[in-house]
């Protein structure tokens, strides 16, 4: 089945160490998608890829990063997690905009824990 | 039971009621709306969508309203069962102009299916 894959589901990290998420896609999706999501609150985004082209929010603090070697892999960089950055991190694809559904698919998300 | 607006974050239904779970949305520029289940632990998973062209659009057991005049949009599950037990969020499309879909996601709304 077509889907979004994200490794690891749960990631331990220390204050200050620098640590990398993953996405992975089946679907061939153009766009891919890093949101934020912390206990009881929506996912909020960080940023978005289009094929290569990067897009950032503009209250996305500097410490996260991302790359995307390829279409089907996106990575999250967090270059020094503090404790306020614990969180559920979801990775989600859509189709470009222009086409009949703006329908973003989601993974499990990675819950990452600074200690 | 019925959900009036995002203060009431929680809702409580018995099994075999119908519910219905209400949002306000922000953008009256927004053509695009997706309701997302997400269960404990898990990435949000697609439910149903409707265009700023159309007021009503129904799935299996689902059924999204949407009234642009008041932005307000709701989400009614017929016959609701356990394993509708979820937080249940409402997203806009905020951003056609550009390559990529942007949601901008309501609060959420916890559903509790009670025996």
Known sequence: DAMVIQNPRYQVTQFGKPVTLSCSQTLNHNVMYWYQQKSSQAPKLLFHYYDKDFNNEADTPDNFQSRRPNTSFCFLDIRSPGLGDAAMYLCATSRPAGTSRYEQYFGPGTRLTVT | ?115
């Open chain 2, 1 to 115: 039971g019925e959900n009036v607006g995002l203060h009431l974050p929680t809702l409580s239904v018995q099994e075999g009621d119908n519910s219905i779970i209400n949002c306000a949305y922000s953008n009256s520029a927004s053509d695009y709306f997706i309701w997302y289940k997400q269960e404990s632990g898990k990435g949000p998973q697609f439910i149903i969508d409707i265009r700023s062209n159309m007021d009503k659009r129904q799935g299996q057991r689902v059924t999204v309203l949407l009234n642009k005049t008041v932005k307000h949009l709701s989400l009614q599950i017929a016959a609701t069962q356990p394993g509708d037990s979820a937080v249940y969020f409402c997203a806009e499309n905020t951003d056609s102009t550009g390559t990529a879909s942007k949601l901008t996601f309501g609060t959420g709304t916890r559903l509790q299916v009670t025996l």
